[in-house]
């Protein structure tokens, strides 16, 4: 399971639709989060966006510890449609994040 909560998540997902006006606050609430946060989730990315399957999450996870050479933020904000990727990552493994979305407008 990933090692950031669906809130957080959620919360990346609603800056990441708004990345025109809400980098700064992305960018910002990326700082917040722990490396392990950090890595999970770039590991639900990759996994939403079908570089690894759900069942590989461990792997994913691994893999991006090993390849944390750019800063999360850069990554995310690079990445094309990554709220998308994040979303889609998270129903992947089991876990909505509509309810916290909402509650988050």
């Given at each position: 399971?990933?090692?950031?909560?669906?809130?957080?998540v959620?919360?990346?997902?609603?800056?990441?639709?708004?990345?025109?006006?809400?980098?700064?606050?992305?960018?910002?609430?990326?700082?917040t989060?722990?490396?392990?946060?950090?890595?999970?989730?770039?590991?639900?990315?990759?996994?939403?966006?079908?570089?690894?399957?759900?069942?590989?999450?461990?792997?994913?996870?691994?893999?991006?510890?090993?390849e944390?050479?750019?800063?999360?933020?850069?990554?995310?904000i690079?990445?094309?449609?990554?709220?998308d990727?994040?979303?889609?990552?998270?129903?992947?493994?089991?876990?909505?994040?509509?309810?916290e979305?909402?509650?988050?407008?």
């Amino acid at each position: 399971m990933p090692e950031i909560s669906k809130r957080k998540v959620a919360q990346i997902i609603l800056y990441g639709h708004e990345i025109e006006r809400a980098e700064n606050e992305l960018r910002g609430f990326l700082e917040t989060l722990s490396e392990e946060e950090q890595y999970s989730l770039i590991a639900v990315m990759w996994i939403g966006r079908g570089s690894f399957e759900p069942d590989d999450y461990d792997e994913a996870l691994e893999t991006a510890r090993q390849e944390a050479h750019t800063p999360t933020a850069d990554y995310l904000i690079g990445t094309p449609h990554f709220p998308d990727h994040l979303e889609s990552g998270m129903e992947a493994l089991g876990l909505s994040v509509s309810d916290e979305e909402e509650d988050l407008l």
